[in-house]
């Protein structure tokens, strides 16, 4: 059973590789490998779930070497429904590009798709540090080739800017990575918890300096103000569907925040004391006013997304950052909701700038399928902007009712419910911009005979807002989920105990060594 | 020998910062890789200083952490083939725009959003 918790990385591994080689001329055969691969994942992801509900902590040595000479995956409540979220996403986002035939538009969609899931897959099932890092590479350098997808001079440059900035965060892991290893020797987590827990109070120097640098590496993953600047260019940029399977990245970088922040630094850990009261909540409260700011003030409609996705990651770190169960759990919920809300609305703006002259917010004549593509937007808008009756809602009611538990209740009802007014004005703007006044221009004497959008990209992007519509109804499950994984995160111990004890290779060893 | 590695980091990582703040994307190129230089050094370093020891149990008394030399070669082999997807993306940039500049170019009020 356990040897399920490597499938989900191994799946895409070997699948991406023989698109690669055995289907590279052939894009039908690509895309039933690549639907059927992420079905298969979905599958996985599912079973993990289910199998993990009542409180397993599955463990996976590679090689059957013992933790923490080994590498290990492990699998917890957690872990299994970032797997389960990924697929779904990766699913949905991959019938909207080939509806909308993004994949033929350039080489080796199919095959970095892959590629990328493989990546994420494995930061979320990771039990090293260090294997974290490889993992975040891996699906870094797969999301250099999906941003560039397709080419074109802008893209090819805010694909630089993109990519740099991702290297100089690789960097800064690096360093957080080499620090950790000269304090404690080890960088295997659950190893880590133990070690770091035992750092007396006149040592803290180089761990409180390694937990920040991997707050920081974190952050920009998570793209928290002040560090979000590579993110409007390159997810504006990049390819509809591709902005889309990024919506789940920064969410990677939440993950990792809460990871390694309930186990190897928990809250009341002497060495990293203050870091998330008086360090990641200001800033969370920032990028979440900042960000829906940016919506009301974007010119373009996909700078107004990307600059909702980091409202939004504002808010997902807002609710970590008050660091109880009732917020860990808050914040997991409204992950799920974000990721489905973002990638919706990056699909949406791809199916208006499809025939659009341009996505700068003025008055053009209408897109095609305007009725439908209108209606989309205003649901995903709802969603994001947190009004009822969708997921948004619920997510920031849990998040409003773990703030109202703690000391700064007032600053962050404040922000959050300001924040949210600003955003619901600015897709007001938006929306009534496109679709309203488009129908007050008319269409110049340049204007194209365009197709209308694809059935299954539109279904794919309704799909999305049905989860969403799920999330809600099903709110009370979900929620109860969540709560459990919160509290599975705030007693790492049989995590710990599963991952040190498990016997393998080199646990117990021979006489006279 | 301690003095010297770490003012070896202190300096590459200094100059590194400096070129990735430039403009253009040559010089930021070159200051990620003096980045990566710097940072394996410092993983390098992060099993201890030993001289001359084996990285591996003997019947000696002394041996050096062979941890940090695995890292160290992880983080060669992503950080080389990184540095190599990054001069292609520039170059490709570079020619389809003729212009090398890292930043976004300015926006036009006038016309619609980034030119």
Known sequence: ?513 | MEVLVASAIGVMTAAGLYLVMRMRTFPVILGMSLLTYAVNVFLFASGRLTVGAPPILTDAETYTDPLPQALVLTAIVISFGMTAVVVMIALGSYLGSNDDSVNDPPVDEDEEGVV
């Open chain 1, 1 to 513: 059973m356990t040897h399920w918790l490597v499938a989900p990385v191994i799946l895409p591994a070997m699948l991406a590789p023989f698109i690669v080689l055995a289907a590279r001329y052939h894009i039908g055969i690509q895309r039933v490998f690549s639907l059927a691969g992420t079905l298969a994942l979905i599958a996985i992801g599912a079973g993990l779930v289910w199998a993990t509900a009542d409180g397993t902590v599955m463990l996976y040595q590679l090689g059957d070497w013992a933790a923490p000479f080994g590498i290990v995956l492990v699998g917890d409540r957690l872990s299994a429904m970032m797997v389960l979220l990924t697929a779904v996403l990766g699913l949905l986002v991959l019938i909207y590009s080939i509806g909308s035939e993004w994949d033929a538009r350039g080489n080796h969609f199919h095959a970095l798709f892959q590629f990328q899931l493989m990546g994420i897959m494995g930061a979320f099932l990771t039990g090293d540090l260090f294997n974290l890092f490889v993992f975040f590479e891996v699906l870094l350098i797969a999301s250099y080739g999906l941003m560039i997808h397709a080419g074109g001079n802008e893209r090819l440059r805010a694909g630089v800017q993109y990519v740099l900035f991702n290297l100089l965060g690789s960097t800064l892991f690096l360093f957080a990575l080499g620090a950790i290893y000269a304090e404690t020797g080890t960088l295997n987590m659950a190893d880590l918890a133990l070690r770091a827990d035992l750092i007396g109070e006149e040592a803290t120097v180089g761990i409180r300096v390694a937990a920040v640098l991997l707050l920081l590496v974190f952050a920009i993953k998570a793209a928290l103000v002040p560090l979000h600047f590579w993110l409007p260019s390159s997810y504006a940029e990049a390819p509809g569907p591709v902005a889309a399977l990024f919506a789940i990245m920064t969410k990677v970088g939440a993950y990792a925040i809460i990871r390694v922040y309930t186990m190897i630094f928990p809250p009341d850990l002497a060495a990293t004391d203050g870091l998330f009261s008086v360090w990641l909540q200001p800033a969370a409260l920032l990028s979440l006013a900042l960000g829906m700011i940016g919506v009301l003030a974007a010119k373009k409609l996909d700078r107004l997304v990307a600059f909702a996705v980091i409202g939004s990651m504002g808010m997902v770190l807002v609710s970590i950052s008050m660091f109880t169960p009732t917020s860990i759990a808050a914040a997991l919920y409204y992950i799920i909701h974000s990721t489905l809300a973002g990638a919706a609305l990056f699909l949406i703006v791809d199916l208006v700038g499809h025939s659009r002259a341009s996505l700068a917010l003025r008055a053009m004549p209408p897109v095609m399928g305007a009725a439908v593509i209108s209606g989309l937007f205003f649901a995903a808008a709802i969603a994001m902007a947190g009004l009822p009756p969708l997921s948004g809602f619920i997510g920031k009611l849990l998040i409003l009712d773990a703030g109202y538990q703690t000391g700064s209740a007032g600053l962050i009802w404040t922000v959050i419910l300001a924040s949210s007014l600003i955003a619901v004005v600015g897709f007001g703007r938006a929306g009534s911009t496109v679709f309203w006044k488009a129908n007050s221009v008319e269409a110049g004497e340049d204007a194209g005979f365009k197709d209308a959008p694809a059935t299954t990209a539109l279904m794919a992007v309704g799909g999305l807002l049905a989860l969403s519509v799920a999330l809600t109804v099903l709110g009370g499950y979900v929620h109860d989920h969540m709560i459990a994984t919160a509290d599975q995160l705030f007693d790492p111990a049989p995590y710990i105990a599963t991952v040190t004890e498990t016997p393998g290779k080199l646990s117990t060893p021979a006489e006279g060594y």
